[in-house]
DNA sequence: CGAGCGGCTGACAACGTTGTCAGGCGGACA
DNA sequence: TGTCCGCCTGACAACGTTGTCAGCCGCTCG
């Protein structure tokens, strides 16, 4: 900038007013300024300027992921990044692994970088940490959980209302004997899964057999195992709800391994690529990561320009798509000849 | 930090001290000013910090790709993400759509950040424009294709011998009439792709026949149509390569919706989830994109650590995962009668 | 003709940190 | 006892920018 000022024979705050498009310019030394400017391929320093600017913003964000490689938090990176870039915020990122120290240690560290505002998508269970970041003025943002002992925004799927629908589905097809496989039930999503399944066979008065519930399957293998070992099991269930990702596609292994993929019926939760295109094809809850993206976002912003409205948790819809593995009935009741 | 050196009853040059665990300062001292820091929440602010340290070096790398949401951007992202994290750097990523002019947005915002690595998946074909920002002492690595008019590394997958292996094995299984499905013909990977499907028939001595080559496939949509077209055409081919994950996709749709996906051969460049769950299997050609982040950004750091080497092209291996559709043989020839 | 005003311009301090350097203090040595 | 040295410590400038403010110029108006 020294340079800028030198070759256009003029003071540095003049060349900062041209930077900033400041009025009060004669547009000779404007021009001349500029001409210099593009001489020198002069790059304002973005840093050094959030660092006097009165506003004392940063013009960057962080996004606190489960892990970026996966298509939910790839897919919400790619819709908060470009309404960032929209309003000219960059966007700082990084991964969990539902590690609750790690995501301390990233909220550290772009606090450290003084970002404006954090999105995240908490492994941890006590959020009550963030509120000296709250205070000191960082907008935050809690997406696909809610936060914990902390009073902010979040943006959640119906995961009890997509998780009792799937099971109502299941239920309207005739099945009564339906097993819940699920994730870590540690995770909020997963609990509110498992209470949208209990309340989708309480609506039609059906206990439930804790025989045919499966908790903690972290990946597809320990799905794969969890329904290989129902399907073999005395009374096996005649229809699956798997809650998650990764749990469906365990049971569809798990399924065609036994070769009972046309028998038994499958209803996920989450979309997976590809999943209309097995044989059956996938019924699944499909949620809408785009769209949590997007307003998380736009929430975001609002807190950063000052909204001071009471923070709320919403609710974005999801979506039952039938597709074929969740309209198979149950086997047709045998008469007493066996 | 003034409140912390005021708190401590000590210099500000103390605190600094500390903070930086810089030698020579008394343990007494150093307890009490470590007190007030924690006491007081200080948290040091990184970016004042990277403005005045001697490095001029801000801990910071911009990555820019093609997509942050598809499965092979967002795979780099957390391998390049990975290694940054262990050294303490931070990273920024953006996406550009195969839009040239974002790219060069991109670059100028997080150069206007003074970052002090460009990880580029570039969408454009003159990267020249870049050499003002490595004369400045910006590392760069190009990743997935190579750079143009600049020299700069790069690391990409094995296009051309993946591709060629790819045609030879279904050359292998006695196919003689293979089609080519191809992703956007300007893009690096969609021509060496080519190149190596090209090389692959004229190893065997067989002619390419146009009719059956198509460009340009941008969508699986398009890719549906195409194999839509071929299949219903007088000399269909007995064998598919698609050269890229969406066209592989709308390949898989059209042969099932002509109900060919048992008669009609197909490989496919790069893997897709639940590829092994279909009917037949997919048989992919896998690229490995965590090997490429992880390489990228490990060659990106010596250059940030001053590594004058030559710069070299970088060729990952790729690996052909034969899963069913690629074993297919071709129709057997009937006799006159037919 | 002088005061006052508005439009331009640049000198200077400040943002929060670190590099440089000088000063104070105590002990070892002549 | 005086000198020198090494260990700690803090004052100060500087990083690259922007906010504040004072000063200059030419014009208008009384």
Redesign the pocket.
């Known amino acids: 900038?020294?340079d800028v000022a030198a070759l256009a024979?003029?003071?540095?705050?003049?060349v900062?007013r041209v930077?900033?498009g400041e009025?009060?310019?004669?547009p000779?030394?404007r021009a001349r300024v500029q001409r210099a400017i593009d001489q020198l391929d002069y790059l304002?320093?973005l840093t050094?300027?959030s660092?006097?600017?009165?506003s004392g913003r940063s013009a960057t964000i962080g996004l606190i992921l489960e892990n970026i490689a996966n298509p939910f938090s790839s897919s919400l990176h790619r819709a908060i990044g470009d309404v960032a870039w929209a309003r000219g915020v960059q966007v700082f990122s990084g991964s969990v692994d539902e590690d609750a120290i790690r995501e301390r240690l990233l909220v550290s560290t772009f606090a450290g970088r003084r970002v404006d505002g954090l999105v995240v998508v908490p492994a941890s269970h006590d959020h009550s940490y963030l509120l000296g970041h709250k205070q000191a003025g960082t907008a935050i943002v809690f997406v696909d959980r809610p936060a914990e002992f902390l009073d902010v925004d979040a943006i959640v799927s119906d995961n009890r209302g997509g998780s009792e629908e799937a099971v109502r589905h299941l239920l309207a097809a005739g099945h009564r004997r339906i097993a819940y496989l699920g994730d870590l039930a540690t995770v909020y999503t997963a609990r509110e899964r498992h209470a949208g399944y209990d309340r989708g066979l309480a609506s039609a008065g059906i206990a439930v057999d804790p025989a045919i519930v499966r908790h903690d399957l972290q990946d597809s293998e320990a799905a794969e195992a969890a329904v290989a070992e129902l399907l073999a099991s005395p009374a096996p269930p005649s229809a699956l709800f798997t809650s998650q990702n990764l749990v469906t596609i365990g049971a569809v292994r798990a399924l065609r391994a036994a070769g009972a993929q046309h028998q038994v019926a499958l209803v996920g939760f989450d979309d997976v690529l590809l999943a209309d295109m097995l044989e059956p094809a996938v019924t699944v809850v499909a949620q809408d990561p785009r769209a949590i993206g997007t307003l998380a976002a736009q929430l975001l912003f609002l807190r950063m320009d000052g909204d001071l409205a009471p923070t709320a948790l919403h609710v974005v819809p999801t979506r039952l798509i039938p597709r074929g593995s969740g309209e198979i009935g149950p086997p047709v009741a045998r008469s007493g000849r066996g």
């Open positions: 900038m020294r024979r003029v003071g540095l705050k003049t900062s930077i900033n009025p009060g310019v004669s000779e030394l304002p320093n050094a300027s660092l006097r600017r009165s």
